[in-house]
């Protein structure tokens, strides 16, 4: 993901071309391989009006619970009450009806952590000069470039929207912005960190910091092979450098839930979610959310279910990124005034879905029927309707949009090689990895196609 580049689209555009997949329009050679905003994507919805059934695709997710001792825990039943609401909202807002959740059992954090994330982890390693250490090392430190090209993804005005009125003036280019930005980070880390929990103890006491920290969590989701949905109570700090999230920055600084990439597991290809019930049941009144104090216990399960589990899994299994500015149907909807409880109301009274997501689901539509065909060893239709998803996905996706078409390519690879076509299934995987050269599983198909060629 953030360290790891990609080659651009041109690249991708060439390749793709060359194996008769159009993608989009013209437009697509001139964008950069960075996150366009969302508006971006509003010409392509103008002509649809689709009602978008997915439930051709059933699907189980395996749940494990994460407990931090010093927070409310998760109990099997409160996780039960979540993940039947997060079903109910999958089928109302993204019609998606035969999602199975399977609770393998629960875990402390610490152990969760510390199984997954051991000392002396490539991938810890890799991130430790972008992370937030309080009183160690601060956002103000990490790589300049790697700031401007993660707020590049942004128009100045947008950013600066963010930032107190009395300020924006001064905000007049990328860099005043940055060191502004990150000044704002450490200063919330700072005073983060002199909160106390009931123990007298600090929240982020150094013995807690390992697992409260979004880095370590990044990793250990990116490690691990236990469940495709981790429900945790835990308060887990937002301390990515890197990619100062302004909306996280300017709020609580903490992670509410996440879609990461997780290598091993393939329920939903590659990835895994994380949600977390901290900010809806904890005591600490910076962190509570707006509004929680008048709902019941079971609200509050519901507002988690709908809210974060089943937001999260919108990314995740939709490949939906946030949105700004769909309207109050939408299930993706981030906005710095809209909280956890105004957002559930919000969707509460804006039942069924929401009609500017359509082409995200509609696309990933194309991508269950194909596996589902090729299931059914039906692998021509399968492959066509990956072409098709390649086709239709929109640019702005959760995770990397080029990663995401190099999977699908080897998938198109995989479906080629059970016809016995090994030439077409080599031109796909070669595809995937002009766009995605360190893409392990092309890379092993290719491997493997080199010393028997002919092998189905
Ligand atoms: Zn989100
Ligand atoms: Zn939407």
């Not at 039947?84 to 909202?89: C, E, L, M, N, V």
């Not at 470039?145 to 009125?165: D, I, N, Q, T």
């Not at 016809?419 to 070669?430: I, N, R």
Request: glycine fraction near 6%; charge should be neutral.
């Amino acid at each position: 993901m953030i360290l790891r580049q990609e080659r651009g689209l041109a690249w991708l555009f060439s390749g793709l071309a060359a194996l008769g997949v159009g993608v989009g329009g013209s437009s697509y050679a001139q964008t950069p391989a960075v996150t366009p905003t969302a508006s971006d994507e509003a010409p392509l919805l103008a002509s649809r009006r689709i009602t978008t059934d997915t439930s051709t695709a059933a699907l189980t997710l395996e749940v494990l619970l994460v407990n931090d001792p010093d927070f409310p825990e998760v109990t099997q039943k409160a996780a039960e009450a979540i993940l039947t609401q997060a079903r109910a909202t999958l089928a109302d807002k993204l019609s998606f009806t035969t999602i199975t959740f399977k609770v393998k059992g629960s875990e402390s954090a610490a152990t969760f952590l510390g199984r997954n994330v051991p000392a002396g982890d490539a991938c810890l390693a890799e991130y430790e000069p972008l992370r937030v250490r309080p009183g160690q090392h601060q956002a103000k430190n990490v790589d300049p470039k790697l700031v401007r090209r993660f707020l590049g993804r942004w128009e100045l005005g947008a950013l600066r929207s963010f930032f107190p009125e009395t300020e924006r003036e001064a905000l007049t280019s990328y860099e005043v912005l940055a060191d502004k930005l990150l000044q704002e980070f450490d200063r919330k880390v700072e005073a983060i960190a002199a909160f106390k929990l009931k123990d007298g103890t600090s929240l982020l006491a150094p013995e807690k910091l390992d697992q409260r920290s979004y880095v370590n969590w990044i990793c250990a989701l990116r490690n691990q092979d236990d469940a495709d949905l981790i429900l945790t109570n835990a308060f887990i700090l937002y301390d990515l450098a890197s990619e100062p999230f302004p909306h996280s920055i300017f709020a609580k600084c903490k992670v509410g839930g996440a879609s990461l990439v997780s290598q091993k597991r393939r329920a939903i290809y590659r990835r895994a979610v994380f949600a977390s019930t901290f900010s809806m049941v904890t005591d600490l009144p910076f962190f509570q959310e707006e509004g929680v104090g008048a709902l019941s216990a079971d609200e509050r399960l519901a507002v988690i279910g709908t809210f974060i589990v089943a937001h999260e899994l919108g990314h995740a299994l939709f490949k939906l990124p946030d949105f700004y500015d769909h309207p109050p149907e939408c299930l993706m909807t981030t906005k710095f005034e809209t909280g956890y409880v105004s957002g559930y109301r919000d969707l509460l009274s804006h039942p069924g879905p929401c009609p500017k997501c359509q082409p995200w689901i509609e696309a990933k539509r194309s991508v269950f029927v194909a596996e589902e065909a090729r299931r059914e060893q039906r692998y021509d239709a399968a492959i066509e309707n990956l072409r098709l998803a390649i086709k239709r996905t929109p640019k702005h996706i959760d995770g990397n949009y080029v990663r995401y078409i190099a999977d699908l390519s080897v998938q198109v690879a995989e479906n080629y090689l059970a016809l016995g076509k090994s030439k077409e299934a080599q031109q796909w995987l070669g595809a995937a990895l002009r766009i995605a050269p360190d893409h392990q599983e092309a890379l092993s198909m290719q491997k493997q196609l080199q010393v028997s060629p002919l092998a189905p």
